[in-house]
């Protein structure tokens, strides 16, 4: 570390933290970013799609992308499919965080790797090292972005409370496919079941509402939608990894309080219903970096607000719209087949009120 003084830290190194860390440093202050992990993107927790129009939002390149989709399939329990053209990319997640990590370190950010954010004192941060040293850093600023249960949120009393478990597989595919695919069925309480095609693999994945059902269902149900994907000829049974994870499924809430900001999944910018958050979080830190460097910049602390609304501008309406159709969902999930179209983003009912 060249010094212990900063304008900015970055509490996390996902993609909240990094685009916010590099929009930041842009702008010529003095940013730290804090990784308790000791490798960015790993492991890798994510369904790994992004929306095509996202690569123009981040001039990074493209050597994370392993594919491109043509757009979503939805296959309802009574088997009824829908095809949505939204072109995107699969992409490899732990060189995308890398990728747009790099590029907050070329822009001039500061890095440091196995590396928790303990406490917020004022400006002053604690930091604990991998091995238990400690060091205390000052900060003007300060950006959480360190995930579904974050320590920064707490600090500043706004954190996740609807959070989504999910599982996830990598497997070999039987033939490569272009179309992400979304299963909804009955076992799959409050949420959904993936296959999205990385070239010769897929991610198979399932996420549900623990709080909904047997808390212990998330193990049998993956091993059952394994099996059927398999007796359709999609996929072979053997998976390559596991991961798991949480998912926020939250309101709007607050994202700023005195020099505390919140992007991606510790704001709970995550979509509500889809799930889907890579794009929230490159929109969310990219605008966090911007509004904190005016505020260090102009001295003022009171144009932090300035992120909290233009966040509410871009993503307000659709988020408050997925999170009715999520209490909507979950209140009426016995009478999945009755609701389904008005509470998935494939369908024209899900757009009405």
Same mark, same amino acid.
């Given at each position: ?164 478990? &999910?599982?996830? /597989? #990598? ?5 490569? +496919? ?7 069925? @009955? =076992? ?103 509004? &904190?460097?005016? /505020? #260090? ?5 009171? +144009? ?7 966040? @509410? =501008? ?40």
């Amino acid at each position: 570390m060249s010094n212990k003084n900063y304008d900015i830290v970055v509490v996390g190194a996902g993609p909240a933290g990094a685009t916010a860390a590099q929009s930041a440093a842009s702008s010529g202050v003095r940013v730290l970013i804090v990784e308790r992990k000791p490798l960015v993107g790993i492991p890798v927790r994510c369904a790994e799609y992004i929306p095509a129009p996202i690569l123009g939002e981040l001039n990074v390149g493209h050597r994370f992308v392993v594919q491109q989709v043509r757009g979503m399939k939805t296959i309802l329990p009574d088997g009824e499919e829908k095809i949505t053209l939204t072109p995107g990319l699969m992409i490899r997640r732990d060189l995308f965080d890398q990728t747009l990590c790099n590029a907050a370190q070329d822009a001039g950010a500061e890095l440091l790797l196995g590396t928790a954010a303990v406490s917020l004192e004022g400006q002053k941060l604690l930091l604990r090292r991998r091995g238990g040293d400690s060091l205390e850093v000052e900060a003007k600023v300060v950006i959480g972005a360190d995930g579904p249960h974050t320590r920064a949120g707490k600090w500043m009393g706004s954190v996740n409370t609807h959070l989504i478990a &999910a599982v996830q /597989a #990598v497997v070999p595919l039987v033939r490569p +496919l272009e179309h992400t695919e979304v299963y909804f069925d @009955k =076992d799959f309480c409050g949420g959904y079941g993936w296959l999205f095609p990385k070239g010769e693999e897929a991610n198979v994945g399932l996420g549900i509402r623990k709080d909904l059902c047997n808390p212990n269902i998330l193990r049998t149900a993956i091993g059952s939608f394994l099996e059927r994907l398999t007796r359709e000829g999609k996929i072979r049974n053997a998976p390559v990894s596991r991961t798991a994870g949480w998912v926020p499924s939250e309101p709007p809430r607050t994202v700023v309080k005195g020099r505390l900001l919140l992007a991606g999944d510790a704001a709970g910018q995550t979509h509500p219903i889809t799930g889907a958050g890579v794009y929230q979080a490159v929109m969310g830190g990219k605008m966090a970096g911007k509004w &904190a460097a005016t /505020a #260090v910049r102009e001295d003022n602390l009171s +144009l932090l607000a300035g992120y909290e609304e233009e966040w @509410k =501008d871009l993503f307000g309406e659709t988020h408050e719209r997925g999170y009715q159709r999520r209490l909507l969902l979950d209140k009426e999930w016995e009478r999945l087949d009755q609701v389904i179209k008005k509470c998935w983003v494939a369908f024209r009912e899900y757009y009405k009120d």
